[in-house]
């Protein structure tokens, strides 16, 4: 049984595609990781599904429905925590919950979602006066109303600080393991790898890549990069014979070797030791990093902020 | 169907808004002034009272205009622009919950705001004049119900067509113009610009029918003419204007036209609008 079902989805804002001939199939059970730096299309996927926007082109099904036939009875089983949403009518935070187990006939107690979410001495105070976090608290506890067969977050960890994060990935690891699909998206790799049996990535509108974390770590290979502070300038060494050295560059003291197979780190230490002065070493494995990188575009800007936004 | 959750939310919501209480005593207090200053020239008790929700019913014809607007102009398009319509459309509610839901909200709001400016000129007007002519007050109400009802639709449906405060505030204000005031001010009235077309521009023979007949598309005038039916006769005003004093009025400008009138700006207003929320990327 399918969860999501996208075919040829195609989604044009005039004459910007924000999403591009998308086939994309999620299975009930699975937790996917949504991937792709901002403005990638992630959203506008997630608004396609929810029947919040029409696409220009293609179908979408959620829960073996199509999502623009019977959206309500899609809504009643999926939890949904969208991004750009706002509290802005005066009601408390235990009010917003109550009206949204209402709604779905749920019944649900207010106060333990609350709790589960760490809201439970803000309760009675105004969802508007709540900060950012709070608010994507209160709006992640909505998402968990009435156990839905399928989450569907939106950029979950939004506002939130990292015991916030910690507990949205219990929470979601808990949900997974009682059989619910979970349909994530982020821009923050780390984030996906924690908890994603499997990862779609997003660039420009199109999906670049659908793997497993262990799959996509693969096919990135055993990319590392070494780091080799000398004594002195490290010229004239000629690393780049060695086997499985894909390129050096040196900046001041260092060295900096990028190998295509780890096995060539040693030799690498060897062949340089042997000719210089090595004062320290230091070896990184940013293969999903780089792939990451590699796939939505590398030095990109827009990319650059998927290392640097801290959250 | 989840057209009553929707409602019951924005309902406790606007009820815990400050600004509409002001508004509601700001309204209460302006017609029990009129109801305590106002006195009939050589009338009756009941005849004064009578005249007093005649003459409440020319303020009205420009206030609740305002007030249905003002209550109703941001229902969808705040919750577009806030963001609060991906909680609305992320639980199991339709667009059409949505939106009947918003517009029973408001309704009710304003409702409450007519019955309440009635209830405090009715209570001024019988403590003054020790009568009460039940049946026309509660005529007028309905027809000052039915008339601000007409721009609650309007406006809800205006809102519902656009996705931001700026162009609700643009489209309320716009009505406000193009329904009620370009019927009143003296100058530049629709009844002045259809004249001008139709006898200067396509040189046709004066017609005051059908200046007329242009003219009753406003709800205002139609309100107008609705208030004939509700009074008794020697209260009954012209509204539009004719040949000569013996000259009858053709049956579709009678006053019972007034709430055909009423019935298409409460369903054409609303059908368009939801036609375009139910098309829109949210």
């Known amino acids: ?311 | 169907m989840t057209l009553r959750d929707v409602t019951r939310k924005d309902f406790t919501a606007a009820r815990r808004s400050r600004g509409l209480w002001a508004v509601a005593t700001a309204l209460g207090v302006l017609t029990t002034f009129i109801a305590f200053g106002f006195s009939g020239y050589r009338l009756g008790p009941e005849e004064t009272v009578i005249q007093l929700f005649r003459t409440m019913g020319g303020v009205f014809g420009l206030l609740l205009p305002i007030v249905a607007l003002v209550a109703s102009y941001m229902a969808i398009a705040g919750e577009r622009e806030s963001g609060g319509v991906k909680f609305l459309l992320g639980l199991p509610n339709s667009r059409r919950d949505v939106f009947l839901g918003k517009l029973v909200s408001r309704l009710a709001v304003v409702t409450a705001g007519i019955a309440f400016m009635f209830a405090t000129a009715t209570a001024m007007a019988v403590a003054r004049n020790g009568a009460l002519p039940l049946g026309v007050v509660a005529g007028m109400f309905v027809v000052s119900w039915l008339y601000a009802a007409v721009f609650v639709a309007v406006a809800v449906s205006l809102s519902a067509a656009v996705a931001e405060r700026s162009r609700a505030i643009a489209a309320a204000v716009g009505s406000y113009f193009g329904l009620v005031l370009l019927y009143v001010i003296p100058g530049v009235s629709v009844a002045l610009l259809v004249r001008f077309v139709h006898q200067t521009l396509l040189g046709f023979e004066p017609n005051l029918d059908l200046y007329n007949a242009v003219l009753y598309t406003s709800p205002l005038i139609a309100y107008r003419k609705a208030m004939n039916l509700v009074v008794p006769d020697q209260f009954e005003r012209q509204v539009l204007q004719r040949a000569s004093e013996s000259d009858t009025l053709p049956a579709y400008l009678g006053d019972e036209v007034s709430l055909l009138v009423f019935a298409v700006w409460l369903a054409v207003p609303l059908a368009l609008g939801y036609w375009r929320f139910e098309g829109a990327d949210l």
């Open chain 1, 1 to 311: 049984m399918t969860a999501i079902q996208t075919d040829g989805l195609t989604k044009r804002f005039d004459d910007v595609v924000a999403v591009d001939d998308l086939d994309l199939t999620i299975e009930e059970g699975e937790v996917f990781g949504f991937l792709g730096p901002n403005g990638a299309g992630k959203s506008t996927t997630i608004n396609l599904l929810l029947d919040f926007i029409r696409p220009s082109e293609g179908s979408v099904e959620v829960l073996g429905r199509d999502a623009q036939t019977n959206p309500e009875a899609i809504r009643e089983r999926v939890g949904v925590l969208p991004e750009g949403y706002g509290f802005d009518d005066p009601l408390t935070g235990r009010e917003y919950l109550s009206w949204a187990i209402r709604t779905k006939r749920a019944d649900d107690d207010p106060d333990e979602l609350l709790e589960l979410v760490g809201l439970a001495d803000a309760a009675d105070r105004l969802a508007g006066d709540y900060s950012k976090g709070m608010q994507q608290r209160l709006a992640f506890a909505i998402a968990l109303v009435d156990d839905p067969d399928l989450l569907i977050l939106d950029e979950p960890s939004t506002g939130l600080d990292p015991n916030g994060i910690q507990q949205l990935r219990d929470i979601v690891r808990e949900r997974a393991a009682g059989g619910t699909t979970v349909f994530f998206s982020s821009h923050i790799l780390s984030e996906v790898e924690a908890v994603s049996d499997r990862v779609g990535v997003m660039n420009e509108g199109e999906l670049v890549a659908v793997d497993s974390i262990e799959g996509l770590r693969e096919s990135a290979g055993g990319h590392a990069t070494l780091h080799l502070d000398c004594a002195g300038p490290p010229t004239g060494l000629e690393v780049e014979s060695l086997s499985g050295v894909a390129g050096t560059s040196i900046e001041d003291h260092t060295l900096v070797v990028d190998c295509t197979d780890p096995a060539a780190k040693v030799d690498v230490v060897t062949h340089v030791a042997a000719r210089a002065t090595v004062t320290d070493i230091r070896s990184e494995t940013v293969s999903l990093e780089t792939l990451f990188n590699d796939l939505t575009g590398g030095g990109r800007d827009e990319a650059r902020a998927v290392e640097e936004v801290p959250q």
